[in-house]
Every structure is written in C-alpha cells, then in structure tokens.
T-cell receptor, first 108, second 112 residues
Framework: GIQVEQSPPDLILQEGANSTLRCNFSDSVNNLQWFHQNPWGQLINLFYIPSGTKQNGRLSATTVATERYSLLYISSSQTTDSGVYFCAVNQAGTALIFGKGTTLSVSS | KAGVTQTPRYLIKTRGQQVTLSCSPI?????VSWYQQTPGQGLQFLFE???????NKGNFPGRFSGRQFSNSRSEMNVSTLELGDSALYLC???????????FGPGTRLLVL
C-alpha cells in the first residue's frame, strides 16, 4: 500500500519563528489533507490539498503531486500552534492513510 | 452547524467485555469513518460507511464491527476486549467519501 512519511518527527520553536513541515508519499493520490491534533486529542482539518497551493492566515500548504510531496508552512508561530501535525492521503476508493506526524512545540 | 459528536468521551472496561461507541456526523454528511489511535501504531483506519453501506474496512480482527443508521449516525462495537484495544477512537464525517473529513473529539477507551 501507499506509504506516507513526514519530517521532521519533532520540531521545537520559539514564538514568532517560521517552520516548514514535509509530507512525502509513495504513489499518486486523489486526496491529501493536513490536520492539527491539539493536546486534548482533537483533530482539526487544516487543508484539503491534492495539488496546488492554499493559504489560511498564518498557515499555507503546497502539494506537488507529480513529485509526490506536500509542504505545510507555519509563519510567526504561536504557542497555540503546538501539537501534532498529520498528513493523510488516499487513492481512489481507498481509506485515508496517515503519516506518523510531526510534533511541534512552540515556547514563549 | 454542530460538529461531529462522539459518546461516550471516556470509558473504562475490563478484558473480555464488549463496548459500543457512537458517532453523530455533521448534519448532511453521509460518510462516516472510524480510526484507532495508539502511541505505538499511530492513526489506523478501521472502517468507512456511506449511506448505511460499509465501503472500506481496515486490517483489524473480526472483533471490531460497525454499522451506520439511516440518519447517518454510526456505531462501532468491539467484542471480547483485549488490553491492546486501549486507544483513542476517532470518528470522522464527510459529505461524500473521498472528501474533506471532519473529526469528532474521540472516545478514550481504557481496557484493564
């Protein structure tokens, strides 16, 4: 089945710093989503982005489907950005497969 | 619009018992998926339902089962609980399959 790899596994930042999280996938996909899981376990959908670029406030994402990767950019990070960021993909008719996530810690 | 709701939020059971978890999707959403999250295995897909039909099933033993009702609400059942079933069980809904998924807060199950 399709493999999803996220890097880095852990990231520690000072408030105000910028960061880039990467998601590589091993085959073509129909769907790619980025999620943020807060410390209480709630998964929040950030982007649905099978290709192209999207922005939402301080967050933006780019997926280059032909090269099988996606990037999540976080600018001017805040302590509330802490948590685990997951990339998930699926192919036609298949279930959503999650990467292992990037754990982000932002300190003030 | 109300989000995805899951009940109960926390549950403690003993080995051998069975458990039923419930998920109410966002109004108008017809697809419901279930996931198990553990520290060791991460987020793993259990099953997906659309219009009361199971569309996909993950690689879990037959002790794990689910169903979806005509109002799109879904339940999952785990029979003969094992210690390894302790996990956060997450439900997600979407308008159709293969679309943006919205997750509920999860049910934390502890098996003693």
């Amino acid at each position: 089945g399709i493999q999803v790899e996220q890097s880095p596994p852990d990231l520690i930042l000072q408030e105000g710093a910028n960061s880039t999280l990467r998601c590589n996938f091993s085959d073509s996909v129909n769907n790619l989503q980025w999620f943020h899981q807060n410390p209480w376990g709630q998964l929040i959908n950030l982007f649905y982005i099978p290709s192209g670029t999207k922005q939402n406030g301080r967050l933006s994402a780019t997926t280059v489907a032909t090269e099988r990767y996606s990037l999540l950019y976080i600018s001017s990070s805040q302590t509330t950005d802490s948590g685990v960021y997951f990339c998930a993909v699926n192919q036609a008719g298949t279930a959503l497969i999650f990467g292992k996530g990037t754990t982000l810690s932002v300190s003030s | 619009k109300a989000g995805v709701t899951q009940t109960p939020r926390y549950l403690i059971k003993t080995r051998g018992q069975q458990v039923t978890l419930s998920c109410s999707p966002i109004s108008g959403h017809r697809s419901v998926s279930w996931y198990q999250q553990t520290p060791g295995q991460g987020l793993q897909f259990l099953f997906e339902y659309f219009s009361e039909t199971q569309r996909n099933k993950g690689n879990f033993p037959g002790r794990f089962s689910g169903r979806q009702f005509s109002n799109s609400r879904s339940e999952m059942n785990v029979s003969t609980l094992e210690l390894g079933d302790s996990a956060l069980y997450l439900c997600a809904s979407s308008f159709r399959t293969q679309e943006t998924q919205y997750f509920g807060p999860g049910t934390r199950l502890l098996v003693l």
